[in-house]
Protein backbone atom coordinates (compact mmCIF):
# COMPACT_ATOMS: atom_id res chain seq x y z
CA UNK A 1 0.00 0.00 0.00
CA UNK A 2 1.07 3.62 -0.76
CA UNK A 3 0.38 6.56 1.68
CA UNK A 4 0.52 10.17 0.70
CA UNK A 5 2.06 12.69 3.54
CA UNK A 6 0.80 16.62 3.14
CA UNK A 7 2.64 18.86 4.96
CA UNK A 8 2.25 22.68 4.64
CA UNK A 9 -0.73 25.19 3.79
CA UNK A 10 -2.56 27.59 5.93
CA UNK A 11 -3.40 31.39 6.44
CA UNK A 12 -1.65 33.56 4.31
CA UNK A 13 -2.34 37.05 2.99
CA UNK A 14 -2.97 38.07 -0.82
CA UNK A 15 0.46 38.54 -2.73
CA UNK A 16 1.89 36.23 0.32
CA UNK A 17 3.94 32.74 -0.32
CA UNK A 18 3.15 29.44 0.82
CA UNK A 19 5.09 25.74 0.26
CA UNK A 20 3.06 22.15 0.19
CA UNK A 21 5.15 18.81 0.66
CA UNK A 22 3.95 15.91 -0.33
CA UNK A 23 6.14 12.59 0.68
CA UNK A 24 4.73 9.16 -0.59
CA UNK A 25 5.78 6.18 0.85
CA UNK A 26 5.18 2.58 1.27
CA UNK A 27 5.07 0.29 -1.31
CA UNK A 28 6.99 2.35 -3.93
CA UNK A 29 8.00 0.82 -7.20
CA UNK A 30 7.60 3.03 -9.89
CA UNK A 31 6.01 6.21 -9.45
CA UNK A 32 4.90 7.85 -12.97
CA UNK A 33 3.59 11.38 -11.75
CA UNK A 34 2.73 12.91 -8.79
CA UNK A 35 0.97 17.02 -8.15
CA UNK A 36 -1.34 18.25 -6.97
CA UNK A 37 -5.08 18.90 -7.15
CA UNK A 38 -7.29 21.42 -5.73
CA UNK A 39 -11.40 22.07 -4.75
CA UNK A 40 -12.50 25.29 -3.78
CA UNK A 41 -16.48 25.38 -2.25
CA UNK A 42 -19.05 24.47 -4.81
CA UNK A 43 -16.80 24.50 -7.43
CA UNK A 44 -15.46 20.83 -8.93
CA UNK A 45 -11.84 19.58 -8.49
CA UNK A 46 -9.27 20.63 -10.54
CA UNK A 47 -5.54 20.10 -11.10
CA UNK A 48 -3.04 22.51 -10.44
CA UNK A 49 -0.09 21.18 -11.01
CA UNK A 50 1.68 17.23 -12.16
CA UNK A 51 5.13 16.45 -12.70
CA UNK A 52 6.05 12.88 -14.41
CA UNK A 53 8.75 10.94 -13.77
CA UNK A 54 10.76 12.32 -17.05
CA UNK A 55 10.12 15.52 -15.15
CA UNK A 56 7.19 17.31 -17.55
CA UNK A 57 4.94 19.18 -16.04
CA UNK A 58 1.06 20.77 -16.36
CA UNK A 59 -0.30 23.61 -14.98
CA UNK A 60 -3.65 25.22 -14.56
CA UNK A 61 -3.52 28.32 -16.57
CA UNK A 62 -4.93 30.19 -13.39
CA UNK A 63 -1.15 29.71 -11.40
CA UNK A 64 1.29 29.92 -14.61
CA UNK A 65 4.01 32.01 -13.61
CA UNK A 66 2.70 31.54 -9.99
CA UNK A 67 3.17 27.98 -9.06
CA UNK A 68 6.18 25.71 -9.33
CA UNK A 69 6.01 22.10 -8.78
CA UNK A 70 9.69 20.37 -7.76
CA UNK A 71 10.55 17.02 -6.55
CA UNK A 72 12.92 15.24 -4.44
CA UNK A 73 13.62 11.62 -5.74
CA UNK A 74 15.37 10.65 -3.28
CA UNK A 75 12.88 11.49 -1.04
CA UNK A 76 9.81 10.26 -2.89
CA UNK A 77 8.66 13.95 -2.12
CA UNK A 78 6.89 16.29 -5.01
CA UNK A 79 6.52 20.12 -3.75
CA UNK A 80 4.41 23.03 -4.44
CA UNK A 81 5.81 26.38 -4.33
CA UNK A 82 3.05 28.69 -4.59
CA UNK A 83 3.61 32.34 -4.73
CA UNK A 84 1.79 36.22 -5.35
CA UNK A 85 -1.40 34.09 -3.94
CA UNK A 86 -4.70 35.30 -4.57
CA UNK A 87 -7.75 34.97 -2.51
CA UNK A 88 -9.42 32.72 -5.40
CA UNK A 89 -6.37 30.36 -4.46
CA UNK A 90 -8.50 29.33 -1.55
CA UNK A 91 -9.19 25.63 -1.55
CA UNK A 92 -8.54 22.32 -0.46
CA UNK A 93 -5.14 21.03 -2.14
CA UNK A 94 -4.54 17.38 -2.25
CA UNK A 95 -1.45 15.16 -3.19
CA UNK A 96 -2.22 12.88 -6.39
CA UNK A 97 0.13 10.58 -7.09
CA UNK A 98 0.28 8.07 -10.25
CA UNK A 99 2.39 4.82 -8.62
CA UNK A 100 2.68 1.69 -9.79
CA UNK A 101 -0.07 2.07 -12.48
CA UNK A 102 -2.93 3.03 -9.57
CA UNK A 103 -4.05 6.66 -7.98
CA UNK A 104 -3.40 7.70 -4.59
CA UNK A 105 -4.62 10.65 -3.42
CA UNK A 106 -3.73 12.73 0.03
CA UNK A 107 -5.77 13.36 2.81
CA UNK A 108 -5.71 16.97 1.67
CA UNK A 109 -4.37 20.59 3.49
CA UNK A 110 -6.34 23.60 3.60
CA UNK A 111 -5.21 26.63 2.08
CA UNK A 112 -6.49 29.88 2.37
CA UNK A 113 -6.04 33.33 1.21
CA UNK A 114 -7.37 36.23 3.15
CA UNK A 115 -6.32 39.94 4.36
Known amino acids: QVQLVESGGGLVQPGGSLRLSCAAS????????MGWYRQAPGKQRELVAR???????NYADSVKGRFTISRDSAKNTVILQMNSLKPEDTAVYCC?????????WGQGTQVTVSS
Open 96 to 104: YGNIGFRDY
Open 26 to 33: GSIFNIYA
Open 51 to 57: MTNAENT
